[in-house]
């Protein structure tokens, strides 16, 4: 019988990379959430609270009846974040001034740290990490996912522009065909944090210049390139969701 443990996440943030070239890496955070002594955020330009899904509708707290938790000592060098039910509500922090975005020329980085064993912790079906849009998973959207299956389960970064660009006929479009990369190497563990990142370029360019790259641990495991990552989210409310459909 598989074991369901609870697995910690800390997310460190959303990073700009359009700076200036001598500007330092706090000045460009644009949001940081250590969960060190709670789930406001340590540094947001937006609001730092987290919300709640509830009716599909954000609700400011943590109403997960204790499903999703603080995990005080936990976490890498502090505290965490505790996921212990795929049934879980939804947590997400707004993405307004927290996720900066840009009409044109958009590049950017996310980073955060994880630890579980995916095979053994995780019930079968897709599980986002981080999901990032204000739309769907697959509409103008940033996610790492495990696949909803596998041994070892692949783990993922998909850019999604807008589904009208990528996907203008909504067909059923196979996974090998989308614009998703699999990681090369599966470093994750119940015993040890794992960092991951990703990294964007070239989006809202209009050309099929764009770029998106996804570490794990610092090492580069593969990158998008190809699509026009075409992201229309002015005057959307984006979202920054966090632990979808963990355990």
Do not use: C
């Amino acid at each position: 019988m598989k074991q369901h443990l609870a697995i910690g996440l800390a997310f460190a943030g959303a990073v700009t990379l359009a700076t200036a070239a001598d500007s330092s890496l706090e000045s460009a955070l644009t949001f940081y959430a250590s969960f060190d002594s709670g789930t406001d955020a340590d540094l947001a330009k937006g609001d730092k609270r987290l919300f709640t899904l509830v009716d599909k509708q954000p609700k400011a707290g943590n109403h997960t009846e204790g499903m999703t938790r603080l995990a005080k000592g936990k976490g890498l060098s502090g505290g965490a974040l505790h996921f212990t039910k795929r049934k879980a509500k939804w947590l997400l922090y707004d993405g307004a001034n927290n996720f900066s975005f840009v009409e044109k020329d958009w590049s950017g980085a996310v980073s955060f740290w994880l630890k579980v064993d995916p095979v053994n912790e995780l019930d079968p079906g897709y599980v986002d990490p981080i999901q990032i849009t204000p739309n769907t998973w697959n509409d103008a959207s940033f996610f790492v996912d495990f696949n909803k299956d596998g041994n070892p389960r692949a783990f993922r970064l998909g850019a999604f522009a807008d589904k009208a660009v990528w996907n203008p006929t909504n067909k059923d479009v196979p996974e090998p065909q989308r614009p998703l990369v699999q990681a090369k190497s599966t470093p994750f563990s119940r015993d040890r944090w794992t960092h991951v990142a990703f990294t964007w370029e070239d989006f809202n360019t209009g050309k099929k210049n764009g770029v998106a790259t996804l570490y794990l641990n610092g090492i580069k495991q593969g990158s998008i390139t190809d699509w026009n990552q075409q992201f229309s989210w002015s005057g959307k409310p984006h979202r920054i969701l966090i632990g979808l459909n963990y355990m």
